[in-house]
């Protein structure tokens, strides 16, 4: 089935900081989302993207939808204590048989003040 | 609105019980999605309904039931629990067909089998 490679698996900053993270496919991708997930909750929706090339911000939080509809990036910019979650990336295709979002395994940001 | 309920919020079952997840959503979506999420292993879908009486299988529905007898509400069951069913188990829900504006979460349940 398809996969989503979401890197890194973990990343450990410094307040203030900025943050990249990526995630790729070997198929083609028609939405792009980014969740986060708070310890001990569910995700939340951060940012949706429709269109290749899009770049959509969120406050500090801007992502990218990659030109080859393959991959997609999230970036934080000056991280704070509460940016701590762990972050997944989710892409669907439309003309999918399920029409299922399929999710990255996340990315688990910890923030040092 | 309250969004995407789950219960119970913890639950601990001793192997071979039996258990039923509850979930519940009051935004009048059609789609309703199981997870198990895991270290390291990402949400991995585990059965989902496109609309009221219907169910379909995810990537892991082995050990799992589930229904959706009414549209605002989706059961996972598990009929025989097994250590490697502990997890946390999330919900959600969403308007369109595969959740092109995204889906909403419940907060999940975190079980444990012993």
């Known amino acids: 089935g398809q996969q989503l490679n979401q890197s890194p698996q973990s990343m450990f900053i410094q307040e203030g900081e900025d943050v990249s993270m990526n995630c790729t496919s070997s198929s083609i991708f028609n939405t792009w989302l980014w969740y986060k997930q708070d310890p001990g909750e569910g995700p939340v929706l951060l940012i949706a993207l429709y269109k290749a090339g899009e770049l959509t911000s969120n406050g500090r939080l801007t992502a990218q939808f990659g030109i080859t509809r393959k991959d997609s990036f999230l970036n934080i910019s000056a991280s704070i204590p509460s940016d701590v979650g762990i972050y997944f990336c989710?892409?669907?295709?439309?003309?999918?048989?399920?029409?299922?979002?399929?999710f990255g395994k996340g990315t688990k940001l910890s923030v040092k003040p | 609105n309250a969004g995407v309920t789950q219960t119970p919020k913890f639950r601990v079952l001793k192997t071979g019980q039996s258990m039923t997840l509850l979930c519940a959503q009051d935004m009048n979506h059609e789609y309703m999605y199981w997870y198990r999420q895991d270290p390291g292993m990402g949400l991995r879908l585990i059965h989902y309904s496109v609309g009221e009486g219907t169910t379909a299988k995810g990537e892991v529905p082995d050990g799992y039931n589930v229904s959706r007898l009414k549209k605002q509400n989706f059961l996972l069951g598990l009929e025989s629990a097994a250590p490697s069913q502990t997890s946390v188990y999330f919900c959600a829900s969403s308007y369109r067909a595969g959740g092109i504006n995204g889906y909403t979460f419940g907060s999940g349940t975190r079980l444990t089998v012993v």
């Open positions: 989710a892409g669907l295709n439309h003309g999918g048989s399920q029409g299922n979002l399929i």
